[in-house]
């Protein structure tokens, strides 16, 4: 309980009373707390900033990863791109080799021991094809045994490489040659005889403006080229 004591004139409280600070007290506990404010922020900095450095390693190594997972795509793409291509290029060898062996005709024995005549042709005077006219007019002709198709030679599908690989015009040299014998061949296929007429399309014609000339010319090249990796399968 407090009380109060008369000392002369000054009147002072028993048991709460605390000495009044100096003021050179009252500065330093304000310096101290100060630096313990600034310690404090110092170290809720330094808190955020361990935090940030964490984030952007998170992000180092998020972004390694989809790096990662692109490259194994890539390399799993371009593989599957090679693999197509071994199987398409063994594919073009067994048709090209099995073309060149079939007579394109009618008739022939088959039995279950000997199928061959199926994708050989057989030895009838009649062709083994089917013919199509084209809407631009040219005939196309597939052998129905071997699956050849003879079309009119498109000059930007004969150009080849040093080894004879067949290539883009810009990677190659023009094989006037080989494209004259293509387009005698498609001539004597014309020829083949058959029985029943061939199908047609509508036939229409083809024209495309030429700057230069400032009219209109022939524009059925540009149709064939559009239609040069096609065939009748």
Same mark, same amino acid.
């Given at each position: 309980m407090n009380e109060k004591q008369n000392t002369g004139t000054t009147t002072v409280l028993s048991g709460s009373y605390t000495p009044a600070q100096s003021l050179d007290d009252q500065i330093k506990l304000a310096d101290l707390q100060?630096?313990?404010? @600034?310690?404090?922020?110092?170290? @809720? =900095?330094?808190?955020?900033k361990k935090l @940030?450095?964490? =984030?952007?390693?998170?992000?180092?190594d998020?972004?390694?990863?989809?790096?990662?997972?692109? =490259?194994?795509?890539?390399?799993?793409?371009?593989?599957?791109?090679?693999?197509?291509?071994?199987?398409?290029?063994?594919?073009?060898?067994?048709?090209?080799?099995?073309?060149?062996?079939?007579s394109h005709r009618k008739g022939g024995?088959?039995?279950?021991?000997?199928?061959?005549?199926?994708?050989e042709g057989g030895d009838s005077e009649k062709r083994s094809i089917i013919r199509h006219r084209m809407i631009n007019g040219d005939l196309w002709i597939r052998c129905t045994r071997c699956g050849k198709t003879w079309a009119p030679p498109v @000059?930007?599908?004969?150009?080849?490489?040093?080894?004879?690989?067949?290539?883009?015009?810009?990677?190659?040299?023009?094989?006037?040659?080989?494209f004259n014998d293509a387009d005698? =061949?498609?001539?004597?296929?014309?020829?083949?005889?058959?029985?029943?007429?061939?199908?047609?399309?509508?036939i229409c014609s083809f024209h495309k403006w030429d700057v230069a000339?400032?009219?209109?010319?022939?524009?059925?090249?540009e149709y064939r080229d559009s239609m040069a990796s096609t065939s009748l399968r």
């Open positions: 100060a630096k313990q404010l @600034e310690i404090q922020l110092k170290n @809720e =900095e330094l808190t955020a @940030e450095i964490q =984030e952007r390693l998170a992000n180092i998020e972004s390694k990863k989809r790096q990662s997972d692109r =490259e194994i795509k890539r390399k799993q793409f371009e593989n599957d791109l090679k693999q197509k291509a071994r199987i398409f290029g063994q594919q073009r060898y067994t048709d090209t080799l099995r073309q060149s062996v079939c024995m088959v039995d279950s021991r000997n199928m061959r005549v199926l994708h @000059e930007k599908m004969f150009y080849f490489d040093a080894d004879g690989h067949n290539v883009a015009p810009c990677d190659g040299v023009f094989s006037q040659g080989r005698k =061949e498609w001539k004597e296929a014309c020829k083949f005889t058959t029985t029943g007429s061939p199908s047609s399309s509508v000339a400032r009219k209109w010319v022939d524009g059925n090249t």
